[in-house]
């Protein structure tokens, strides 16, 4: 157990629907990354919150949007879903975004678009 | 920019076998570089997490290596057991503090 936990586990959404995922990170962990994993592949990086300011951004396109609240949880929202979303999504937490920071991950959201 | 490989793709090996798993990267210019285990369906679990400036990390029947000029990393897993079956995956923090991860390898153990 990472202390990082993710809600729902799965969830299916109809194309066009918005989709909001949720992340609890590690107590005292400052910062939360999301990862897509589409099957068989390795995970990709979507974006990173430290102290609640966006911190990076890989190649997403903007209707894949994000938060992070005081409390350093965090959320994905991803717009007007497409198929190709169907994946998991991963967080992960660390304590600090710099160099040698862990990052401990969450058993991940398996979302499936139809 | 940063590319992660891993050879072999799937790996299917007897019990009680020693094995080696590879990960490379075209930039030297990383941080760290952190080794996991993904059962299927499941989230992922960190193995070792090799800083730039170290050569190495154990854990276990584990061993990972890093030699950053060369951009390679091998984990060593050994005397294997059926319950190592998982797939293993690399990834390296860039220099955007960016974990960028290699496809995985699908490790089989038989018993």
């Known amino acids: 157990e990472t202390g990082v936990t993710q809600s729902p586990t799965h969830l299916i959404k109809t194309r066009g629907q918005q989709v909001t995922l949720r992340c609890s990170s590690q107590?005292?962990?400052?910062?939360v990354s999301w990862y897509q994993q589409a099957l068989g592949q390795g995970p990709q990086f979507i974006f990173q919150?430290?102290?609640?300011?966006?911190?990076g951004r890989g190649n997403f396109p903007p209707r894949f949007s994000g938060l992070q609240f005081p409390n350093y949880s965090s959320e994905l929202n991803v717009n007007a879903l497409e198929l190709d979303d169907s994946a998991l999504y991963l967080c992960?937490?660390?304590?600090?975004?710099?160099?040698?920071?862990?990052?401990?991950f969450g058993q991940g959201t398996r979302l499936t678009v139809v | 920019k940063q590319e992660v490989t891993q050879i072999p793709a799937a790996l299917s090996v007897p019990e009680g076998e020693n094995l080696v798993l590879n990960c490379s990267f075209t930039?030297?210019?990383?941080?760290?570089l952190q080794w996991f285990r993904q059962d299927p369906g499941k989230g992922l679990t960190s193995l070792l997490l090799?800083?730039?400036s170290q050569r190495e990390q154990t854990s276990g029947r584990l061993n990972a290596s890093l030699d950053k000029s060369s951009g390679r990393s091998t984990l060593y897993i050994a005397a294997s057991q059926p319950g190592d079956s998982a797939t293993y995956l690399c990834?390296?923090?860039?220099?955007?503090?960016?974990?960028?991860w290699g496809a995985g390898t699908k490790l089989i153990i038989k018993p």
């Open positions: 992960a937490s660390s304590l600090a975004k710099g160099a040698g920071a862990e990052a401990f």
């Open positions: 107590s005292g962990h400052n910062t």
């Open positions: 919150y430290y102290r609640e300011e966006e911190n």
């Open positions: 930039d030297s210019a990383i941080y760290n």
């Open positions: 090799i800083q730039s």
């Open positions: 990834a390296v923090m860039d220099s955007n503090y960016q974990l960028i």
